[in-house]
Structures are given as structure tokens and as C-alpha cells.
């Protein structure tokens, strides 16, 4: 019963819905630019809403807001190669993510910065059991 009334209360809230999904989609980068590994303060859509891209997670990255208005309507990956910035492991990461690979992602995201600190404990507890099998 509890879990059908949570069921309909994110349906009867779909703001609520969405401020959760971006959070989750903060975390799963430790809140850092997916492009450049500053602070993320947005979410930018890979494929811009423009060329018919969804707002869906496999769509949409936790990107700085200079990267999010610097590449604008732009071809996310296009774009990224031509930043100073430019990261081949990042590169990887970002194409990992579109493919819904968010765990190899965040493993391409953490080659590509040592420092990267695992803030989404789901995470975390799908590797351990991931390791466990
Ligand atoms: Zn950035």
C-alpha cells in the first residue's frame, strides 16, 4: 500500500518527480561539469531539445553553466572536441552516458579526474554487489 501511494504521489506531483531526477543526475558525477569537471550547476541536453532530443537521463548531463551556454544548441560531442578542455576519457564518458552506461561512465569520469569523489551512494551499492557476483 505504502509503496502504491508513493507511486501516486509522484504522479500527482511531477515537479517533485523532476527535482529528484536532477538530483540524481548531479550525483552520479559528484555534482562536476561532465565536460570540464567544474562545479555542475545545470543539466545540459546532449542532443539539444532543438533537434528533438528528450529529457530523459541518457539525454541529459550535469554540466557548469559555462559549458551548458557555451555549447548551446550545439552537437554535444562536436562541440566538446573543440574545447581547450578536451578530454578523450571524458569524450568516452560523455558517449558511455548516451548509451544508458552510466556505470562505465562514472568510471571513464573518474580516470579522467583521480580526485572524482562517488557521491551517489545507489552507486556504490550497486558495484559492491556487482563485485559480490
Ligand atoms: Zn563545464
Redesign the pocket.
Known amino acids: 500500500m505504502h509503496i502504491n501511494d508513493a507511486v501516486f504521489l509522484e504522479d500527482l506531483c511531477p515537479k517533485f518527480r523532476f527535482r529528484q531526477w536532477r538530483k540524481s543526475i548531479h550525483r552520479f558525477t559528484g555534482k562536476s ?1 561532465i ?4 562545479p ?1 550547476e545545470s543539466i545540459d541536453h546532449v542532443l539539444p531539445r532543438s533537434q528533438g532530443g528528450l529529457s530523459t537521463t541518457e539525454n541529459c548531463v550535469p ?2 553553466l ?3 551556454g557555451d555549447k548551446s544548441d550545439e552537437n554535444a560531442l562536436y562541440w566538446y572536441r573543440r574545447q581547450k578542455f578536451y578530454d578523450p576519457r571524458r569524450a568516452m564518458a560523455i558517449r558511455a552516458w548516451l548509451e544508458g552506461d552510466l556505470r562505465l561512465a562514472i568510471r571513464l569520469l573518474q580516470w579522467a579526474n583521480p580526485d572524482f569523489k562517488i557521491a551517489n551512494k545507489n552507486y556504490e551499492k550497486d558495484e559492491s554487489e556487482y563485485n559480490a557476483a
Open positions: 561539469c565536460y570540464c569537471g567544474k555542475s554540466a557548469c559555462s559549458c551548458n
